[in-house]
């Protein structure tokens, strides 16, 4: 099982860490990503991290602000949030198991975790 945690309230702005903690299964060999939802709009693909760690992919919209990351020993996977805007506003969500040419899309994932709401105020 996947667990989504860190999300919060901050102003326009400001920086969050979100965390992806596994249970019950080892990332150590499979894609992390991240994924968000806005009230009203579909689920969008925000950043993507490889097995290995060794590659990294964002969403255009988070490019230069959003770092992923993933610490093995833990089995956690990380998103540091900086230059937070408004329109960051979504329920977050990591997923585990894509394939690598299907990292940033939504069918590739076969695990979800439960999401972590991040609220960007102005």
């Known amino acids: 099982q996947l667990q989504a945690s860190g999300g919060g309230l901050v102003q326009a702005g400001g920086s969050l860490s979100l965390s992806c903690a596994a249970s019950g299964r080892t990332f150590s060999s499979t894609n992390v990503g991240w994924f968000r939802q806005a009230p009203g709009k579909e689920r969008e693909f925000v950043a993507a991290i490889t097995w290995r760690g060794s590659y990294a992919y964002y969403a255009d919209s988070v490019k230069g602000r959003f770092t992923i990351s993933r610490d093995s020993a833990k089995n956690t996977v990380y998103l540091q949030m900086i230059s937070l805007k408004p329109e960051d506003t979504a329920v977050y969500y990591c997923?585990?198991?894509?394939?690598?040419?299907?990292?940033?899309?939504?069918?590739?994932?076969?695990?979800w975790g439960q999401g972590t709401l991040v609220t960007v105020s102005s």
């Open positions: 997923a585990a198991g894509a394939p690598l040419v299907q990292i940033a899309t939504i069918r590739g994932y076969d695990h």
